[in-house]
């Protein structure tokens, strides 16, 4: 029988933790001038902390390919800079991926939106 879990758990802090730093570090330590105004969204970490799964999204929608080479080329600096703000005994590979979800949201929004225009309305 498992013991009730008190508030969150680890995973959950350090993923937490990471996509908080690696925002600040994207605003602030990334000196590419490719990379456009990234969001960091979400952050997933495998189980043993060896890989992290980095989803983000730009301002711009023309400057995303510019701004995954970016990213691709400052993975290394950003992990050391991780490393030297999170006391983990490993810190993860960051891999990048970009988060369309918000533009499937909004693709569907607007489907729906068609289709409730174009309902004829019964009375």
Request: aromatic content about 6%; charged content about 35%; proline content about 3%.
């Amino acid at each position: 029988m498992r013991k009730p879990q008190r508030g969150y758990a680890r995973q959950d802090r350090v993923k937490e933790q990471i996509m908080r730093e690696l925002a600040e570090l994207t605003r602030t330590g990334l000196k590419d001038p490719r990379a456009g105004f990234i969001t960091i969204n979400e952050v997933e970490v495998t189980r043993d902390y060896s890989h992290a799964t980095v989803y983000y999204t730009v301002l711009d929608d023309k400057t995303r390919d510019v701004t995954a080479e970016a990213l691709e080329h400052a993975r290394g600096h950003l992990r050391s800079e991780l490393a030297k703000r999170i006391k983990l005994f490993k810190i993860p590979e960051l891999h990048f991926k970009y988060d369309d979800s918000l533009e499937r949201g909004m693709s569907i929004s607007s489907l729906i939106e068609q289709v409730v225009a174009e309902k004829p309305v019964e009375d």
